[in-house]
């Protein structure tokens, strides 16, 4: 049986921390976007902190893979492969 749990956690600045490593990348918005599978609207959201709703730690991972950065967000339970 499987039971799911949902937690959403604040974390002040991450947008902002999103934004700065976006901008030290060699990669155009477009091509972050593609690979990371999100629209630039939402893209913006996310480095505005203004998502309707929450970021997935999923896409947080595929942002920090794309843009080749650890933001250091660990939650508890999360598997690690």
Same mark, same amino acid.
């Given at each position: ?6 937690? @959403?956690?604040?974390?002040?600045? &991450?947008?902002?921390?999103? /934004?700065?490593?976006? &901008?030290?990348? !060699?990669?155009? =918005? ?6 990371? $599978?999100? !629209? ?7 480095? /505005? @902190?203004?998502? /309707? $709703?929450? =970021? !997935?730690? @999923?896409? &947080? ?5 794309? =843009? $080749? ?5 660990? &939650?508890?339970? @999360? !598997?690690?492969?």
């Amino acid at each position: 049986m499987r039971i799911r749990q949902v937690k @959403e956690v604040e974390i002040e600045g &991450l947008g902002e921390q999103i /934004k700065q490593a976006r &901008l030290n990348c !060699s990669k155009s =918005l477009e091509q972050i976007c593609d690979e990371v $599978g999100v !629209s630039r609207t939402y893209w913006y959201d996310i480095e /505005k @902190e203004t998502l /309707k $709703g929450a =970021l !997935s730690i @999923e896409n &947080l991972r595929k942002i920090e893979q794309v =843009l $080749g950065v650890d933001f250091g967000v660990t &939650l508890v339970g @999360e !598997s690690n492969t």
